[in-house]
């Protein structure tokens, strides 16, 4: 019968999708690491709402000055994001989101004088002059009157330092990544860290795209020193190692699960209903229509 047919090789797709969906999730091969990371434990951005941010901590700007990240605190909201400057994929569509969110009429904040914007990358061999071209390259996306000098734009700010620094401030905003020597490449999180005038914690963004709406309420609690609640993840991964391709590939880690648990319900849904059709239409007597037609010649 064409249902139990459809059974017998669905059931077995089922216990396939359930497995790429769980191993997708929390599991990439990592030859560097002589095995298998579970992505899901050592990458993600942690919501450690009401966090103090180490303003003590000092890093290089983009002209190379030594600066503590209480420069950029005081009677502003902060805008903080995590990236680093050689990304080869989402780090470009996380700024490029935030260049987007922050020209937005909808945002009614501007940039420098209702808040600040700060930028450290987590590559600690990144130095201020590849920071000067990121910071140059991102204010003419900008867009603002007087893009063509990138200091006008004076208050986003792009920033490099050494790994102590970087893990004191990762740490404190619940950032985690981990970094593969032999590929010289990070897997991290995507999405925005909202601070306080005085460095606390107020709300995260997650993703690369940024709704203008969600960024103008989140600064105007910050700058109130108000502390969000917490936020649906939608976690996205820049670069988990593919050894298949033998590079790093983008990854939606909270995606993969959705549609995998999604379709595993579906179709555990549909085989419950065919299995029930085929067992009710099995033990029903057959009607006049299906009884067979005696022989022409009877």
């Known amino acids: 019968m064409f249902v139990r047919k459809s059974t017998k090789w669905m059931l077995p797709m089922v216990g396939l999708l359930a497995v790429c969906a769980a191993g997708s999730a929390r599991a990439q091969l990592n030859p560097s690491q002589g095995g298998l990371v579970d992505v899901a434990r050592q990458v993600g951005l942690d919501q450690k709402l009401n966090a103090q941010l180490p303003l003590d901590t000092v890093f290089r700007d983009e002209t190379g000055k030594l600066v503590s990240l209480k420069s950029y605190f005081g009677d502003k909201p902060v805008v903080l994001v995590l990236p680093f400057y050689k990304c080869p994929g989402i780090c470009t569509t996380e700024l490029e989101g935030m260049v987007k969110a922050f020209r937005s009429p909808d945002l009614h904040r501007k940039l420098g004088d209702d808040f600040e914007a700060v930028t450290i990358s987590i590559n600690p061999k990144e130095t201020p002059d590849l920071a000067a071209a990121k910071k ?8 603002h009157p007087k893009a063509t000098d990138p200091s006008a734009v004076a208050g986003w700010h792009f920033l490099t330092g050494d790994l102590d620094s970087i893990h004191k401030v990762t740490q404190a905003v619940g950032f985690r990544y981990f970094y593969d020597p032999k590929t010289d490449q990070y897997a991290h999180p995507a999405g925005l860290i909202v601070l306080t005038p005085q460095g606390k914690v107020s709300r995260y963004l997650y993703g690369a795209i940024y709704r203008p709406f969600d960024l103008r309420l989140a600064l105007a609690e910050a700058s109130q020193n108000k502390i969000g ?25 909270n995606v993969v699960k959705l549609a995998g648990f999604t379709t595993v319900v579906l179709l555990g849904g549909s085989i419950l209903l065919m299995v029930r059709w085929e067992k009710r239409h099995a ?12 022989p022409a010649d009877a």
Do not use: F, W
């Not at 033990?283 to 005696?294: A, I, Q």
């Open 283 to 294: 033990n029903k007597p057959p009607s006049k229509t299906d009884r067979p037609l005696p």
């Open 136 to 143: 140059s390259e991102y204010v003419q996306l900008y867009a």
């Open 229 to 253: 609640s917490p936020v649906e993840q939608i976690l996205l991964l820049c670069y988990h190692y593919d050894p298949v391709r033998g590079k790093y590939g983008l990854v939606v880690m």
